[in-house]
């Protein structure tokens, strides 16, 4: 059946102001919707940061546990006190230590600087702080890793002779195994032998012979020969390696991976 529009003047047909108020009105209605939509998303509440009295704590243990970690498995500092091992160290140095070396088989070879735990006897009794606040503080730091160890009964020289060999000095000249050692690093002014003659020596198996590279002013293995391992130091007390200077710039230096 033919439905009839009524026609505008112009003869086209019209659609009712109701229908025409509708179709925009929707169109209008839907825009609204959208935009309210997003507005509350982009105004839904996020993750609330922390207080700073909170972050803060969070942040420090983190860094301490870093530190512990590296301390522990990586490299830790030590400090020079003497000139034993000047020019290459000198006093006040800081050198970091390769602690990951031994734990994946490195083992001390002569030529190689390392750091290890005095025997017994090699150093004097070390004072104590007598301020109870700053002895708990630098015993914390230094159980991390921040300072040097606390206690300080650390040494540092370079290996000469491992377990086997045989070593002697005499006037100038230092051999192991009888052959000669050269030794570039000596302190300028120094020979190897600095007036000590010495050996032949037979280092025991699972120790290190070690003197300083200022041959005249290290109390070394030499000094020691009437104590445990005639002079030579255990392995299990060689700390690791020394790999760098740290500290100051000025005197940065880097030995290598293992000290060489």
């Known amino acids: 059946m033919a439905v009839n529009l009524p026609e505008t003047p112009s003869g086209a047909p019209s659609v009712s102001a109701s ?14 919707r959208a935009r309210g939509s997003r507005g509350r998303k982009a105004g839904r509440p996020g993750r609330q ?8 704590p969070v942040m420090a243990a983190v860094g301490l546990v870093v530190a512990l970690l590296i301390k522990t498995c990586l490299f830790q500092v ?13 006093i ?6 390769n602690k990951l070396a031994p734990l994946t088989g490195w083992e001390p070879e002569p030529g190689q600087p390392v750091v290890f735990k005095d025997p017994g006897g090699w150093l004097p009794p070390q004072p104590a702080d007598p301020n109870p606040f700053t002895n708990a503080v630098s015993s914390a730091l230094s159980f991390v890793g921040l300072v040097p160890p606390k206690d300080d009964n650390y040494l540092v020289k370079r290996v000469i002779a491992t377990g086997g060999q045989t070593v002697q000095c005499e006037g100038t000249t230092l051999t192991v195994d009888g052959r000669k050692v050269d030794e570039p690093y000596l302190h300028p002014g120094d020979d190897s032998c600095a007036g ?5 020596v037979k280092v025991p198996s699972g120790y290190v012979w070690v003197e300083g590279d200022h041959r005249s002013d290290s109390s070394d293995s030499r000094y020691h020969q009437h104590g445990q391992g005639g002079g030579a130091v255990p392995v299990d007390n060689v700390v690791g390696p020394v790999s760098a200077v740290v500290w100051p710039l000025n005197h940065f230096d880097w030995f290598g991976w293992t000290g060489r």
């Open 92 to 97: 006040g140095d800081r050198v970091g230590v």
């Open 19 to 32: 229908n025409a108020h509708g179709v925009s009105g929707g169109r209008a209605e839907a825009r609204r």
């Open 49 to 56: 940061p922390r207080p700073w009295w909170i972050e803060l």
């Open 196 to 200: 000590l003659d010495f050996g032949p």
């Open 78 to 90: 030590f400090t020079i006190p003497s000139g034993s091992m000047e020019n290459t160290l000198r």
